[in-house]
């Protein structure tokens, strides 16, 4: 069975550029959520869906966004870059919520120059 | 508020010794708690969590982890550590109650086998 799958592993974008980040589920998952990892705020929650429906959301910006399809694949999206912005977002699947396994992926590198 | 912490930015341990690396939890409610292992430049790698039930939890790679409710604390342990165990690891909590898979993340132990 195929992990979670993230695409593309590495970037780098100019700032005031914007990037589009995939990421594909679990077979069978519905729960996808995105962190940022940087070395100085350490894993950060970004947001969280579930049948195309945001249900949290952390304390980022409006520049961070995001959408879940209906076959459970997720896209994030950062608007304007900034220098900042570079980290490590990782995405996560999940059956549901009753206490079910969170699985990461690889994550997508990004690096703002 | 939630949050997770990981007392210990590193950890070093002679190989074959045992290892422990802490974590200890704040949550209004009862817990899920992970543990998870970081490789270098690697995503996040799942070692086992707890639910309910036994307060000993067995995981990957020989790992276990022991939830005591009365100190909020959910140490990782390994009887026999290896080389290969070398690598950032994770504590999270999420809260059991609510719609929600929002981990919070310890900020990281970093464990050094010396062979």
């Known amino acids: 069975k195929a992990g979670v799958t993230q695409t593309p592993r590495y970037l780098i974008k100019t700032r005031g550029q914007q990037v589009t980040l995939s990421c594909s589920p679990i077979s069978g998952h519905r729960s996808v959520s995105w962190y940022q990892q940087t070395p100085g705020q350490g894993l950060q929650f970004l947001f969280e869906?579930?049948?195309?429906?945001?249900?949290n959301k952390g304390n980022f910006p409006g520049r961070f966004s995001g959408r879940q399809f209906s076959n459970s694949r997720s896209e994030m999206n950062v608007s304007t870059l900034e220098l900042g912005d570079s980290a490590l977002y990782l995405c996560?699947?999940?059956?549901?919520?009753?206490?079910?396994?969170?699985?990461f992926g690889e994550g997508s590198w990004l690096t703002v120059v | 508020a939630q949050s997770v912490a990981q007392p210990e930015d590193q950890v070093n341990v002679a190989e074959g010794n045992p290892l422990t690396v802490k974590c200890t939890y704040s949550v209004s409610g009862n817990p899920y708690l992970f543990w998870y292992v970081q490789y270098p430049n690697r995503g996040l790698q799942f070692l086992l969590k707890?639910?309910?039930?036994?307060?000993l939890v067995k995981g990957s790679y020989g790992f276990e982890a022991e939830f005591n409710k009365s100190q909020t604390s959910f140490h990782l342990k390994k009887p026999s550590a290896l080389v290969s165990d070398s690598a950032l690891y994770f504590c999270?909590?999420?809260?059991?109650?609510?719609?929600?898979?929002?981990?919070?993340f310890g900020t990281g132990t970093l464990l050094a086998v010396q062979p």
């Open positions: 869906y579930f049948s195309e429906t945001q249900r």
């Open positions: 999270a909590v999420r809260d059991r109650s609510g719609a929600t898979n929002k981990l919070i």
């Open positions: 996560a699947s999940s059956l549901g919520y009753s206490g079910n396994t969170i699985y």
């Open positions: 707890y639910i309910t039930g036994d307060n």
